[in-house]
Every structure is written in structure tokens, then in C-alpha cells.
């Protein structure tokens, strides 16, 4: 079974930004991140499923998660098509990923009307970690996401701007539209 271990830190919402300490190591400012992350990232599309859903999903394509998930989501990442299931957790919860064909992607997509979010993804080194960047296309919002080895590892990095890890809001699933 795969955990994530991830923090999330909000940059910007609306006009409100929370960058920190740790942002400034990397850019001079949210513009230039922005800048960066709509030039050099990755377009995502992620829409949210029912749980039986995705585990019918799962069922047809032969994999059974080894943790009773309570989100299920597809998501093309640049071209990259695949089911994720979670389970319960903020900081750290179970999650596994399935590549789907293009054909199962396409026909279950469609469920996830209303459920979705848009955004590019940039990933940046950062002190031995991966910051994913994500400029959201759908509203005005920038977070931060570094995922983790391990719990200990988190108290080691300096904050990349408000820690929203266990605001449910924040939530891609409840961000979804």
C-alpha cells in the first residue's frame, strides 16, 4: 500500500498571498512563479468519482487497494491517464495509483461533471524534496504541495507559505467544481 505523506501551503487566493520564508529561497515573487508555472508547467484535469465508482474502475482493471478508500479521481496529467484512490487522512493517508487506457479513462470521465479541477503543475527541487506549484485555471488559487518520506522529514523544511495540510477546504476534492 502507498501512503502519502504531503504538506500543502497556500500562496494565493483571490488577492490574498501567504508566501513564506521558504518561498522566497526559490522565487522573488508570486508573479514569477505564476509566470513560470503557466509558461514551463504541466496542464492537469482531475474530476472526482463516487467510491463505488472507482472501485468498479479498479475491479476492471484488476487492482484491489489494500485500505478502504474514501476518495476515488481521475486525473490526465499532461497526457498521463490515471485512477487515484485515497484514504482517510490530511498530513498522511493511504493512496494508490492505476494507469488507465485512454478508453476506460474516456468512458468514466464523463461521471465526473460538476467534480472538477484544472490547473498547470510545475515541480522545482526543492532541499531534496520535489515542491509541486499548482496555478489553478478555474479560479484565482496557488498552493504548494511537498510529499514526504517520512513524518520526521517535515519539521526540517522551512514553511512555503500558509499550512492549509489539514484544512478540509483545501481539499482538491472539495475544490472541485
Same mark, same amino acid.
Given at each position: 500500500?502507498?501512503?502519502?505523506?504531503?504538506?500543502?501551503?497556500?500562496?494565493?487566493?483571490?488577492?490574498?498571498?501567504?508566501?513564506?520564508?521558504? /518561498? /522566497?529561497?526559490?522565487?522573488?515573487?508570486?508573479?514569477?512563479?505564476?509566470?513560470?508555472?503557466?509558461?514551463?508547467?504541466?496542464?492537469?484535469?482531475?474530476?472526482?468519482?463516487?467510491?463505488?465508482?472507482?472501485?468498479?474502475?479498479?475491479?476492471?482493471?484488476?487492482?484491489?487497494?489494500?485500505?478502504?478508500?474514501? @476518495?476515488?479521481?481521475?486525473?490526465? @496529467?499532461?497526457?498521463?491517464?490515471?485512477?487515484?484512490?485515497?484514504?482517510?487522512?490530511?498530513?498522511?493517508?493511504?493512496?494508490?495509483?492505476?494507469?488507465?487506457?485512454?478508453?476506460? /479513462?474516456?468512458?468514466?470521465?464523463?461521471?465526473?461533471?460538476?467534480?472538477?479541477?484544472?490547473?498547470?503543475?510545475?515541480?522545482?527541487?526543492?532541499?531534496?524534496?520535489?515542491?509541486?506549484?499548482?496555478?489553478?485555471?478555474?479560479?484565482?488559487?496557488?498552493?504548494?504541495?511537498?510529499? /514526504?518520506?517520512?513524518?520526521?522529514?517535515?519539521?526540517?523544511?522551512?514553511?512555503?507559505?500558509?499550512?492549509?495540510?489539514?484544512?478540509?477546504?483545501?481539499?482538491?476534492?472539495?475544490?472541485?467544481?
Amino acid at each position: 500500500m502507498g501512503l502519502e505523506i504531503e504538506k500543502k501551503y497556500l500562496l494565493r487566493e483571490g488577492e490574498k498571498t501567504y508566501p513564506a520564508m521558504g /518561498f /522566497f529561497l526559490l522565487y522573488t515573487s508570486l508573479s514569477e512563479l505564476e509566470e513560470k508555472v503557466n509558461r514551463d508547467g504541466t496542464e492537469i484535469i482531475q474530476g472526482y468519482l463516487s467510491i463505488g465508482t472507482g472501485l468498479e474502475i479498479a475491479k476492471r482493471i484488476e487492482k484491489r487497494p489494500e485500505f478502504s478508500p474514501v @476518495e476515488a479521481r481521475l486525473r490526465n @496529467e499532461g497526457g498521463h491517464l490515471y485512477l487515484t484512490l485515497k484514504g482517510e487522512g490530511g498530513t498522511v493517508r493511504p493512496e494508490e495509483n492505476y494507469d488507465l487506457t485512454a478508453l476506460i /479513462f474516456e468512458e468514466y470521465w464523463g461521471k465526473t461533471k460538476g467534480k472538477r479541477v484544472h490547473k498547470k503543475r510545475l515541480d522545482v527541487p526543492y532541499e531534496g524534496h520535489i515542491a509541486q506549484f499548482d496555478v489553478y485555471l478555474d479560479r484565482e488559487l496557488v498552493i504548494a504541495e511537498i510529499e /514526504f518520506g517520512t513524518i520526521e522529514e517535515i519539521e526540517k523544511l522551512a514553511l512555503l507559505g500558509l499550512d492549509v495540510s489539514e484544512m478540509p477546504q483545501y481539499k482538491n476534492k472539495n475544490l472541485a467544481k
